[in-house]
C-alpha cells in the first residue's frame, strides 16, 4: 500500500520527471513536518543534514548577522529549500524562519549522500536540479543587487589579485 507521504513526493514539482525508482528512494528518507510562524527552520552555521520540499507557506532566509529585517529570499510551495547538505562542509551558509505556517517534506541528506554515491543516475538527477535552484536564485540575487543604489552595487574584485594594483593585474 502506498503512503499518501510517497504520493506526494512523487508530485513534487523539484521532482518532477524523476524515475519512479528514484523517488521510491527517495521515499525511504522522507517525513513530513509542520512549522511554526516564526519558528526556525535551520540556522547559518549548523550543520545542513536534509533538505525541505516546500509543499504549503513560505520560509524566509536572512544572513545570521542580520536576523531583524534583512530578507533577501523567501522560498515557497513547490520549490526546494537547503542544498548545503550537498557540498561540504555540509553547513547551512543562511538562516530560514517560517514566514508563516509551512508544511514540508524533508529528506534526510546523509542518506541522499550515500544514496547518491551508490546509485550516480540519482546523484546526478538530483544534483542537476539542485544545480538548476541555485542558479535561478543566484540570477535573482543578481538582478535585485542591480536594481539597489548603484554606488552600493559597485562591482569589486574577489580575485586572488584584488590586492595588486590594476597595472599589476593587466600587466601594464
Not at 538527477?125 to 543587487?145: D, P
Not at 539597489?148 to 562591482?155: G, I, L, Q, T, V
Request: proline fraction near 5%; charge should be negative; aromatic fraction near 6%.
Amino acid at each position: 500500500m502506498t503512503r499518501q507521504l510517497d504520493i506526494d513526493l512523487a508530485r513534487h514539482p523539484f521532482l518532477f520527471g524523476m524515475s519512479r525508482q528514484d523517488v521510491g528512494l527517495l521515499a525511504d528518507c522522507a517525513v513530513r513536518v509542520h512549522f511554526a510562524e516564526g519558528e526556525i527552520v535551520f540556522r547559518e552555521g549548523e550543520e545542513a543534514d536534509r533538505v525541505h520540499l516546500i509543499e504549503s507557506g513560505n520560509v524566509s532566509l536572512r544572513p545570521a548577522s542580520a536576523m531583524s529585517a534583512v530578507v533577501f529570499e523567501t522560498v515557497g510551495p513547490g520549490e526546494l529549500l537547503g542544498s548545503s547538505w550537498l557540498l561540504p562542509p555540509h553547513k547551512w551558509h543562511v538562516t530560514a524562519q517560517a514566514s508563516g505556517p509551512v508544511t514540508a517534506i524533508v529528506l534526510n541528506g546523509a542518506l541522499l549522500r550515500k544514496y547518491s554515491e551508490r546509485d550516480h543516475s540519482l546523484g546526478f538527477q538530483l544534483f542537476k536540479r539542485i544545480s538548476e535552484v541555485m542558479t535561478r536564485r543566484l540570477e535573482s540575487a543578481r538582478q535585485r543587487l542591480l536594481q539597489s543604489d548603484p554606488k552600493e552595487a559597485a562591482p569589486h574584485r574577489t580575485t586572488p589579485y584584488a590586492a595588486a594594483g590594476d597595472d599589476q593585474v593587466r600587466g601594464e
